[in-house]
């Protein structure tokens, strides 16, 4: 009895799928007689067999593709490789709340360098603080004595603290500027925020103007709405090293700091460029490169990282500690 059933299920499944089939053939043969009539002889044969065949466009796209040269299949994957990386990079560039970026054409190429540490282990031209998370407002007070005492990321529950080194183990003397921009903020933090920078043990704090434009107390003034300070350097010897300790916080004191801006954040970063513009193309300087290392005039490492340290001491690194401007 089930079985009978069963095949009785089956037998009405396959009438209908035949009736649909019917149906559709129909429609198409309807359709067609409409396009001939229209056209005549002009009918392009495709439209006919795409009308009979509705898969045959699909099908004519796969082995399209399948016919790509190997080639273009390995260019249009690192197009998109390249995009992916564009992208992950710029992500990059806007996470934490501070970073430093050297001149890699005009100066890491150079022999400058930077790293956090008085060493130079890993020199490099780029580096991050770790962020601050659910930080509050503290008064200039509650920091620490010793903050340029430390190196590298020495970040407090309130505060980023953030030491580096940038030095001259290069051939040849130069000048950088290094300036500090705002890059985001967001909840009028901005107008609380404070930045203390520390020059080879020098300090000095900025802030936005006050209401009336005047400096807040103990504080200079922002230059201008994105850029905060500029540190010009314009005899970088070849063995010189500075000393960076940057320092950022919510000013509890300042009149600007209330409730509105809980939650809100703030994002800087150091550029440190040449203080002049080589105008050679990238070409050139390439070359003069090549040339140095060929020739021996104290060839500098594309990276940066192996600069030819006995450029001033022989046979010796150039640290904070033996630095030639002390």
Known sequence: MRNRKKDLEEKQTKSRRKRRREKEELVRIEELEELLSKHGDEVDPETIVSMYLPHRKRRKLGAALLRLDRLQLLLLSLLLLVAVLFIAAFMQEKMGNFTINLDRLELYRRGISIADNGEFKNATARLKAATVQDATNISIRDLPENLDEAEGGHNGKNYMAYTYFVRNAGKEDLGYVASITLDSCSKGAEEAVRIAVWKNGERVVYAEPSKDGTPEEGCENFLTSRVICKYEEKNFL?????????????????????DSIIGGSVQFTMHINSDYEDDSSLIMKFVEDIKDTLTGDKPINAAGNEAPNDSYYPDKEVTWENRRNQ
């Open 238 to 258: 070849v063995g010189n090293v500075d000393k960076y300790t940057i320092v950022v916080w919510m000013e509890g004191d300042d009149p600007e700091c209330v």
